[in-house]
Nanobody, 120 residues
Framework: QVQLVESGGGLVQAGGSLRLSCAAS????????MGWYRQAPGKQRERELV?????????NYADSVKGRFTISRGNARNTVYLQMNSLKPEDTAVYYC????????????WGQGTQVTVSS
């Protein structure tokens, strides 16, 4: 089992910055992917990918956040950060941390989510 604890959400004005953190504990495979997803207000909205980073440091970003958001991992490799700059009102969402353990049997874990609200 894996537990993910997020922090760093909040309210910010458009153009501002926030940094999200996620700490993972439990059984973490050596080959894994950590990332951030978000779900905007409205029950019909799906959870969308924001950014991911592999254990080797390879990153992937949604087009909507490229050049504004940066994902990174801590030295302990069980933490992931999302630095969000030049925030826009459309970035308002609940942000979820995700860990995918990759192996013969892969598994997927989610944090509880942290609210990010960007005012115009």
């Amino acid at each position: 089992q894996v537990q993910l604890v997020e922090s760093g959400g909040g309210l910010v004005q458009a153009g501002g910055s926030l940094r999200l953190s996620c700490a993972a504990s439990g059984t973490i495979f050596s080959i894994n992917v950590m990332g951030w997803y978000r779900q905007a207000p409205g029950k019909q909205r799906e959870r969308e990918l924001v950014a991911t980073i592999t254990n080797g440091g390879r990153t992937n970003y949604a087009d909507s956040v490229k050049g504004r958001f940066t994902i990174s991992r801590g030295n302990a490799r069980n933490t992931v950060y999302l630095q969000m700059n030049s925030l826009k009102p459309e970035d308002t969402a609940v942000y979820y941390c995700n860990l995918k353990n990759l192996g013969l049997v892969s598994s997927d874990y989610w944090g509880q989510g942290t609210q990010v609200t960007v005012s115009s």
